[in-house]
């Protein structure tokens, strides 16, 4: 299965955490598609942002419970891909001026 590489990347988490491990240990994490597979994660990554990859790591977040007064409701539950790219090689989300 061939799929668009922007259908399997769906966009990058930035937090303090995230921009710490993109720092110190050369990690991206993104949202990826809940079907998604590490191979085909991989070959969107190095497509996308032309760098390269040498390990994926995968995780299901559950989506959070949520009230709004005596409403009670769930978050959706979504797919995390945290990637170690190739020692040299970066990718940045924000550009510093």
């Known amino acids: 299965m061939n799929r668009d ?9 930035v937090t303090e955490k995230s921009t710490h491990e993109r720092e110190q240990k050369h ?3 993104f949202v990826v598609a ?5 191979i085909e994660i991989r ?14 790591r ?9 009230r709004l ?7 959706a539950s979504w797919k995390k891909a945290i990637v170690t790219l190739k020692e040299g090689d970066s990718i940045e989300f924000f550009e510093h001026t």
């Open 43 to 56: 070959n969107a990554v190095e497509k996308l942002f032309n760098v390269g990859v040498t390990a994926v």
């Open 5 to 13: 590489a922007r259908s399997i990347i769906l966009e990058p988490v």
């Open 69 to 75: 007064g005596r409403f009670q409701g769930q978050r």
């Open 27 to 29: 990690q991206v994490a």
């Open 58 to 66: 995968t995780m299901h977040v559950t989506g959070k419970m949520k």
């Open 34 to 38: 809940r079907d998604a597979t590490k």
